[in-house]
């Protein structure tokens, strides 16, 4: 084992999540409205229209018919929800922020949370939640701040 008594093939325990710039995490700022825009558009994208086609294709695969035209519905819904629920517990980006250079932490700059993660998706989908960031304190849309999390800015 050595004198220090560590293991020499231990992974190193550095954060590699954020900026090595940045000192602490929540000191980090918060998003820009440009930036939370063009996450709107890309995870729209991408979210909708992709992984709709997808996971439609994959429905035609179980036939026509009856059975297929009933879970149209649930595997979208699914599939629009996970992409969320996925990328932003396990990496706390969507493929919007991870090119814009942003994530998703707690308000205290920690990793959020999974029934955060959860909370904050579903109320992606209150009425006119989007419009929530013109008119919010702090640049934080209701699912920001029903869900305690904020987006920050991570990349110069």
Same mark, same amino acid.
């Given at each position: 084992?050595?004198m220090s008594g560590r293991n020499p093939y231990e992974p190193p325990k550095t954060d590699v999540s954020l900026d090595p710039?940045?000192?602490?995490?929540?000191?980090?700022?918060? *998003?820009?409205?440009? /930036?939370? @825009?063009?996450?709107?558009?890309?995870?729209?994208?991408? *979210?909708?229209?992709?992984?709709?086609?997808? $996971?439609? *294709?994959?429905?035609?695969?179980?036939?026509?018919?009856?059975?297929?035209?009933?879970?149209?519905?649930?595997? $979208?819904?699914?599939?629009? $929800?996970?992409?969320?629920?996925?990328?932003? *517990? /396990? @990496?706390?980006?969507?493929?919007?922020?991870?090119?814009?250079?942003?994530?998703?932490?707690?308000?205290?700059?920690?990793?959020?949370?999974?029934?955060?993660?959860?909370?904050?998706? !579903? /109320?992606?989908?209150?009425?006119?939640?989007?419009?929530?960031?013109? !008119?919010?304190?702090?640049?934080?849309?209701?699912?920001?701040?029903?869900?305690?999390?904020?987006?920050?800015?991570?990349r110069r």
């Open positions: 084992m050595g710039g940045e000192r602490r995490a929540e000191e980090l700022p918060t *998003a820009g409205l440009g /930036a939370r @825009f063009l996450n709107f558009l890309i995870d729209g994208i991408i *979210a909708r229209f992709v992984l709709v086609a997808i $996971l439609g *294709a994959a429905l035609q695969s179980v036939g026509p018919g009856e059975r297929a035209g009933l879970l149209t519905l649930p595997v $979208l819904l699914a599939g629009m $929800l996970g992409y969320y629920v996925v990328l932003e *517990a /396990a @990496f706390g980006w969507t493929l919007g922020k991870l090119i814009t250079g942003t994530r998703v932490v707690r308000f205290d700059g920690s990793k959020p949370r999974v029934p955060q993660i959860i909370g904050r998706t !579903f /109320a992606r989908y209150i009425p006119f939640e989007p419009f929530s960031l013109l !008119f919010g304190s702090e640049r934080q849309g209701w699912h920001d701040s029903l869900s305690g999390t904020r987006v920050v800015r991570v």
